[in-house]
């Protein structure tokens, strides 16, 4: 039992922590494959390509599908906490990586949905600190994290906006100027909001025309806040974070001297 639960926690440090030579070097063969895995799902998608050695990347892709379905019960059986990690946002991303592959069975062309695996090179953050790289992206995550709430509102105010002025515009045009729902109205309310202008349906009144460039000013006016959000969450976090990953959830971006897991609370040691 005891030996058992050596190598376990040996198995945990090599996958889970960044600062051991094992750990590192996993990490670096972990991203090779991800980044390969990716590569193949975007070459079958090419014809010429598919026609050619279509069978040989179909192998290939369920070659890295079980290594990847290895490494996640690896990580399922060395985390304290399955159920912590499993439910992490690297837990359900690692599961996303392998699912597309056997809905792939049911639904032809569910392969394509394993580009998510590029999610996964997040992971790098961790090699580049141990390179005393700058996390950059790491304290980014966090900070959106942060903002979830402010950004939700945002968001949540922006739809309402975007609902008001497309029902009205499908009042003002009606289907005669190519408005024949109020969804097509909020497309159009979504599109110039965002300064997109694709110019696939244009106003023909004035009244059309007027509240479009009220739309397109307000547009310029907040398009702007979730930056400014996520800029004052960014200012609050300390960038001076180790490699130490939680036991429980696998989660990182710790500081140094934490004894706490700063997701799922747990302790540390």
Known sequence: MVDSEGTRERWREIIFEAETPSGRRFDVVLLVLILLSVLAVVLESVPSVRRNVGEELYILEWVFTGLFTVEYLLRLWTSRQPIRYARSFFGVVDLLSILPSFVGLLLPGGQALMVVRIL???RVFRVLKMVRHISGATVLMRALYASRAKITVFFLALATVALIAGATMYL???????????????YWAVVTITTLGFGDITPTTQLGQLLTSVLALTGYA??????????SE???????????????????GHLPDAKYCRRCGAKFG
């Open 120 to 122: 996964r090179v997040l």
């Open 172 to 186: 003002v045009e009606g289907e005669a100027g190519g408005y024949t729902s109020i969804p097509v109205g909020v």
């Open 222 to 231: 907040i398009i702007a806040v979730p930056t400014g959000i996520i800029s």
């Open 234 to 252: 960014i200012s609050k976090i300390d960038g001076d974070e180790s490699t130490l990953a939680c036991p429980s959830c696998g989660v990182h």
